[in-house]
């Protein structure tokens, strides 16, 4: 149940970033690799148990499924799902481009309103 961990350090960026800016958050936008090991319901349950009192309460979390990625190293080609993980073309074993990643891709912030520097 590592996504209450994952959670703790989403909301701990959050709050830093928020706090620096004196901003309320809005929705949180976060990428979610196939392979990344993460149940997105669990992560999803985890964060509305958390979030109250924190800098998140009113804030919604939108989860971005990011298919995984194998491409050969040598000549690029892509591998689709159940394919072999060798390339047909040069013989080289693919490597994993991407779906493992955990990403928080955007924070929707409101700042409250400067006023204007007076011109003397």
Sequence with gaps: MHEYSIVGA????VAREADARGARVHRLHV???ELAGVDVELLRTAYDTFRPATVCADAELD???VAADWR????????RRGMRLQCSDCG??????GGDEIV????E????????PHVH
Excluded at 72 to 79: D, E, K, L, V, Y
Excluded at 104 to 107: D, F, Q
């Design 109 to 116: 912030l409101e700042v409250p309103e400067m006023e204007a």
């Design 72 to 79: 050969c190293p040598g000549c690029g080609r892509s591998f």
């Design 31 to 33: 990428a979610i690799g």
């Design 92 to 97: 080289r074993p693919a490597r994993l481009a």
């Design 10 to 13: 989403l909301i701990e960026q």
């Design 104 to 107: 928080l891709e955007r924070i």
């Design 63 to 65: 989860v971005r499924a």
